[in-house]
């Protein structure tokens, strides 16, 4: 739709030229309005001529649809709304003619391709290998697997990587935890260490280090077998998480060490070619970055005076070597408390020479578990947050997943387990994969009506003016904005805005489907214009949730 509206006015232009000489042709947006009432599209192209042509848009707007109106294959109205703003409404041929493009199932109309073959790298979840995923995580692994599958849709070149820290105070307190838990298995008495991990967790972790190690440990000092502990520990958490995820449906292409960053030198390295354009320097015996050079609200300490590097040292090294692999783009999902981390990082890549356009940051809002409109306890294993998994046992991960998307991830998110356990319109994603399994019951039902065993593709010869009321239209109308909400979350790394389009389309069939019979047993022809409409819905349904990484089912 957009691009046949882009390529309409162009063509308008190209002929105006020799009359306006006009060189080259603005930037002009073409959008669905906010009201049916001013149309399928709007372009501001005429707003957009008046300065360049020095006339008011209103006049540039009347000659530009004074030629417009004579295509009348493509558009049954153009007319001038406001102070110059094109609106166009579709014929009726253009839309049975998308109609069967769908039906063709055509994937260049689907999934317009905007990617060009680009590299992008997706790097999400990343959670500290020390404790269960949570749903906060879960969010965070929803939205980086939609924008990951988005992305690849659209053409673009997509790896996912997850970043493991496991280095730093963190996995050595896990390693300290599941210690002292591991000694207490052994009738011994020692103190868990100050900040350490009290789930429930952490003794099965312990109990698993008894039954593979045996008593090796005992007797031992933490500072002798300390970080022996504390890698092994961290290896059987990842193990977790790593299952956890594939349980959710992700998987990652890369699982980048950040200890590897340090064993195989890049921190040092990197750190050293700052120093050398005096991007680092020392103060008060710490070493710290430059970043208020290129935005951020102060300079940051890389080195401690101890010798001891920060987390921030790490980062430097490793975002450095993600552009160093040769990515048109990488995009990192944090949770939204790191908002503050996103300039200094930014900083970084301008202090290698990158450009900060290619780095993007998705911050992801705290997600409130409820259970009938109240909070939800806190995790007997995880002991003070709800791990991901035990959301996942009690409601599934294609409903999970769905819920996290149904709002902006940089918006605070209610999620009610109840409601999600329901069969009704008030669970969204229920709603959305009903309409889908609805659509393949009338193909079941169709040889007991008389119909015989319809082949899908048969379908696309069917006389499709038939579907002449307004609600045929208006499902068309529908089907086709799908290309454009596609288009757009790509565009924006919004992949919710599938989300909202498959609701609005689930809604909208089942309405169709309450008023409108489609297999009409008197009218063979009609029924049959009517299941190709049907299977159109469920072909853009099934894309939409192939999108967010859920199931359509056939049966429900």
Same mark, same amino acid.
């Given at each position: 739709?957009?691009?046949?509206?882009?390529?309409?006015?162009?063509?308008?232009?190209?002929?105006?030229?020799?009359?306006?000489?006009?060189?080259?042709?603005?930037?002009?947006?073409?959008?669905?309005?906010?009201?049916?009432?001013?149309?399928?599209? /709007?372009?501001?192209?005429?707003?957009?001529?008046?300065?360049?042509?020095?006339?008011?848009?209103?006049?540039?707007?009347? *000659?530009?649809?004074?030629?417009?109106?004579?295509?009348?294959?493509? @558009?049954?109205?153009?007319?001038?709304?406001?102070?110059?703003?094109?609106?166009?409404?579709?014929?009726?041929?253009?839309?049975?003619?998308?109609?069967?493009?769908?039906?063709?199932?055509?994937?260049?109309?689907?999934?317009?391709?905007?990617?060009?073959?680009?590299?992008?790298?997706?790097?999400?979840?990343?959670?500290?290998?020390?404790?269960?995923?949570?749903?906060?995580?879960?969010?965070?692994?929803?939205?980086?697997?939609?924008?990951?599958?988005?992305?690849?849709?659209?053409? @673009?070149?997509?790896?996912?990587?997850?970043?493991?820290?496991? =280095?730093?105070?963190?996995?050595?307190? !896990?390693?300290?935890?599941?210690?002292?838990?591991?000694?207490?298995?052994?009738?011994?008495?020692?103190?868990?260490?100050?900040?350490?991990? %009290?789930?429930?967790?952490? +003794?099965?972790?312990?109990? +698993?280090?008894?039954?593979?190690?045996?008593? *090796?440990?005992?007797?031992?000092?933490?500072?002798?077998?300390?970080?022996?502990?504390?890698?092994?520990?961290?290896?059987?958490?990842?193990?977790?998480?790593?299952?956890?995820?594939?349980?959710?449906?992700?998987?990652?292409?890369?699982?980048?060490?950040?200890?590897?960053?340090?064993?195989?030198?890049?921190?040092?390295? =990197?750190?050293?070619?700052? +120093?050398?354009?005096?991007?680092?320097?020392?103060?008060?015996?710490?070493?710290? $970055?430059?970043?208020?050079?290129?935005?951020?609200?102060?300079?940051?300490?890389?080195?401690?005076?101890?010798?001891?590097?920060?987390?921030? /040292?790490?980062?430097?090294?490793?975002?450095?070597?993600?552009?160093?692999?040769?990515?048109?783009?990488?995009?990192?999902?944090?949770? =939204?408390? %790191?908002?503050?981390?996103?300039? *200094?990082?930014?900083?970084? !890549?301008? /202090?290698?020479?990158?450009?900060?356009?290619?780095?993007?940051?998705?911050?992801?809002?705290?997600?409130?578990?409820?259970?009938?409109?109240?909070?939800?306890?806190?995790?007997?294993? #995880?002991?003070? $947050?709800?791990?991901?998994?035990?959301?996942?046992?009690?409601?599934?991960?294609?409903?999970?997943?769905?819920?996290?998307?149904?709002?902006?991830?940089?918006?605070?998110?209610?999620?009610?387990?109840?409601? #999600? +356990?329901?069969?009704?319109?008030?669970?969204?994603? &229920? @709603?959305?994969?009903?309409?889908?399994?609805?659509?393949?019951?009338?193909?079941?039902?169709?040889? /007991?009506?008389?119909?015989?065993?319809?082949?899908?593709?048969?379908?696309?010869?069917?006389?499709?003016?038939?579907?002449?009321?307004?609600?045929?239209?208006?499902?068309?109308?529908?089907?086709? *904005?799908?290309?454009?909400?596609?288009?757009?979350? #790509?565009?924006?790394?919004?992949?919710?805005?599938?989300?909202?389009?498959?609701?609005?389309?689930?809604?909208?069939? %089942?309405? &169709?489907?309450?008023?409108?019979?489609?297999?009409?047993?008197?009218?063979?022809?009609? #029924?049959?214009?009517?299941? =190709? !409409?049907?299977?159109?819905?469920?072909?853009?349904?099934?894309?939409?949730?192939?999108? !967010?990484?859920?199931?359509?089912?056939?049966?429900?």
């Amino acid at each position: 739709m957009r691009e046949t509206v882009r390529k309409s006015v162009l063509a308008a232009l190209e002929d105006l030229g020799d009359e306006w000489a006009l060189g080259e042709v603005p930037a002009f947006e073409v959008e669905v309005p906010r009201s049916d009432a001013h149309g399928d599209m /709007a372009c501001n192209v005429a707003m957009q001529l008046a300065r360049p042509l020095r006339q008011s848009p209103r006049k540039i707007a009347e *000659r530009i649809t004074g030629l417009l109106g004579q295509s009348s294959d493509l @558009y049954a109205a153009v007319e001038i709304a406001g102070p110059g703003f094109i609106n166009f409404r579709f014929s009726s041929a253009f839309w049975y003619h998308s109609l069967g493009r769908i039906l063709g199932e055509d994937p260049t109309f689907l999934r317009p391709q905007t990617g060009g073959g680009k590299r992008v790298q997706v790097e999400f979840v990343s959670a500290n290998p020390t404790g269960p995923l949570h749903i906060g995580h879960g969010r965070g692994a929803a939205l980086g697997l939609a924008l990951s599958n988005l992305l690849e849709a659209a053409g @673009y070149q997509v790896e996912r990587e997850f970043y493991v820290n496991d =280095a730093g105070r963190q996995v050595r307190l !896990l390693g300290l935890s599941v210690f002292a838990r591991y000694q207490e298995l052994l009738g011994e008495r020692v103190s868990m260490p100050e900040d350490g991990y %009290h789930g429930e967790y952490v +003794r099965d972790i312990a109990q +698993r280090l008894l039954d593979e190690k045996g008593e *090796r440990y005992r007797g031992l000092e933490s500072e002798e077998c300390g970080q022996e502990v504390a890698d092994w520990a961290c290896g059987v958490m990842l193990d977790e998480i790593r299952m956890d995820l594939e349980a959710f449906g992700v998987r990652f292409d890369t699982w980048k060490s950040e200890k590897e960053l340090y064993t195989n030198n890049a921190v040092q390295e =990197a750190l050293s070619n700052l +120093r050398k354009s005096d991007r680092v320097y020392t103060h008060e015996a710490a070493s710290w $970055f430059r970043s208020s050079l290129f935005g951020d609200e102060k300079d940051r300490v890389v080195v401690k005076a101890n010798g001891e590097f920060t987390y921030f /040292a790490s980062d430097i090294a490793y975002h450095k070597d993600k552009l160093d692999r040769g990515y048109d783009a990488i995009i990192d999902i944090w949770g =939204a408390d %790191h908002h503050g981390y996103v300039p *200094r990082v930014s900083a970084v !890549l301008q /202090a290698f020479g990158y450009d900060k356009s290619k780095f993007q940051v998705l911050l992801v809002q705290i997600v409130n578990l409820l259970r009938g409109g109240e909070p939800v306890k806190m995790s007997k294993r #995880a002991g003070d $947050f709800i791990t991901l998994k035990e959301v996942v046992d009690e409601v599934g991960a294609d409903t999970t997943k769905f819920i996290f998307l149904t709002r902006r991830s940089d918006s605070h998110l209610d999620f009610d387990i109840e409601v #999600a +356990r329901e069969q009704s319109p008030e669970n969204p994603v &229920y @709603y959305v994969q009903y309409a889908h399994a609805r659509i393949n019951s009338i193909f079941r039902q169709a040889p /007991a009506k008389g119909f015989g065993k319809i082949e899908k593709a048969s379908l696309r010869e069917s006389n499709l003016t038939r579907l002449n009321e307004a609600e045929d239209i208006g499902m068309i109308r529908m089907l086709c *904005r799908y290309p454009l909400v596609f288009e757009d979350a #790509a565009r924006t790394h919004e992949p919710h805005r599938i989300t909202f389009y498959l609701q609005e389309l689930a809604s909208l069939f %089942h309405t &169709y489907y309450t008023k409108h019979r489609v297999l009409v047993e008197e009218d063979h022809e009609l #029924a049959r214009a009517r299941m =190709a !409409l049907a299977w159109a819905v469920e072909v853009v349904l099934k894309d939409g949730l192939s999108i !967010l990484g859920v199931h359509a089912p056939e049966q429900m």
